[in-house]
């Protein structure tokens, strides 16, 4: 049994985490560090955990006495704790902020359906983002393939729900606002689109697709909607080959003959992918939890590969029927 540390674990990542965690078989939590919460069950905070466990927040994070930290503080903060605290040399780690996405640090990005032998081989991990992991998702077997329109433009719309945004309070996220309303927000210049960049890159040099991305808050809770289009020569039945292929061997990575919904996704750690070719044009539309595959359900997949068992374990979801 591996032990588990979390920091920052008053947020809705974290919240997330722990509520996989304590009933993961193969590893036991031994502390959630919150200095605000320091002494309070973790219940009063994470109200859905109440009955659930006993744990309590804690002000200090012994690094020596586990064997996996997971870093839930928000972005900036990873770099600071590591420059204010020792790393025990056996420490494996993932960081769900967007600290060292870059590769950094010797940290490997942890998109499971392009680096998973990279995961496997790596003590330091850096989760993807969430909008980053739906469409790098959808756009993994055209780059590997080299089907990239060079020089082309790949068009990005997508929504996300109001947790998002993090659990503090804001001006755009509180339900008087948020309910029966839409907005854009970041279009064009969206954080993830450098590490969707730097993937794209990687599997097909030069291909010098400009990225349009416009994110989208949708009046929901959790979730994201994409849809990407872009130029193509493929046939209808070439695009599901390609992607049924390519995600053969991804249990959290599903192509779908029918047009998709949120709801399929939602409460799973799934990414439900749909492609639709028409005059020469490929519109991929790709659902998951921002909660789940996008952060902490992925983290804790990618714990599982780092740890050496099947990346599924702790994560068969089941979805809601309604």
């Known amino acids: 049994m591996k032990k588990v540390g979390i920091i920052g674990g008053a947020g809705y990542t974290a919240g997330e985490l722990l509520r996989l965690l304590i009933n993961h078989p193969e590893v036991s939590i031994s502390f959630v560090h919150s200095e605000s919460n320091a002494g309070r069950p973790v219940s009063s905070v994470h109200v859905g955990l109440l009955g659930e466990t006993d744990l309590v927040f804690s002000d200090n ?14 972005h900036g903060h990873s770099r600071k704790f590591w420059e204010d605290n020792d790393r025990p040399a056996n420490l494996k780690v993932v960081d769900l902020a967007q600290d060292y996405r870059d590769e950094s640090d010797g940290y490997v990005y942890g ?3 392009k680096n998973f032998d ?12 969430c909008f980053a992991t739906a469409i790098q998702l959808s756009l993994l077997p055209l780059a590997a393939a080299g089907l990239l329109p060079k020089d082309g433009e790949i068009n990005i719309t997508a929504l996300t729900g109001s947790t998002g945004a993090g659990v503090k309070p804001g001006a755009t996220t509180h339900f008087s606002w948020r309910n029966d309303n839409i907005s854009v927000y970041k279009a064009f210049t969206h954080q993830h689109l450098k ?15 400009r990225l349009t991305f416009i994110p989208m808050r949708g009046d929901f809770a959790r979730g994201i909607f994409a849809a990407v289009t872009l130029d193509t020569t493929l046939s209808q039945e070439e695009a599901e080959k390609l992607y049924k292929d390519y995600y053969a061997n991804a249990p959290f990575a599903v192509v779908s003959d029918e047009p998709i919904h949120l709801k399929q996704a939602v409460n799973t750690n799934k990414a439900v992918i749909h492609v639709d070719v028409h005059e020469g044009k490929l519109l991929v539309t790709c659902a998951e939890d921002n909660l789940l595959k996008g952060a902490s359900g992925q983290a804790v997949q990618n714990m599982n590969i780092m740890l050496g068992i099947d ?3 702790g994560l068969r979801l089941k979805p809601s029927a309604f």
């Open 61 to 74: 994070h012994p690094l020596e006495d586990i064997d996996i930290l997971f870093l839930c503080s928000a």
């Open 111 to 113: 998109l499971p359906e």
């Open 118 to 129: 990279k995961i496997a081989a790596s003590d330091s991990v850096a989760n993807p983002g």
């Open 195 to 209: 590490e969707i960049g730097m993937t794209l890159e990687q599997l097909q040099p030069g291909n010098n697709c």
């Open 311 to 313: 990346q599924r374990t």
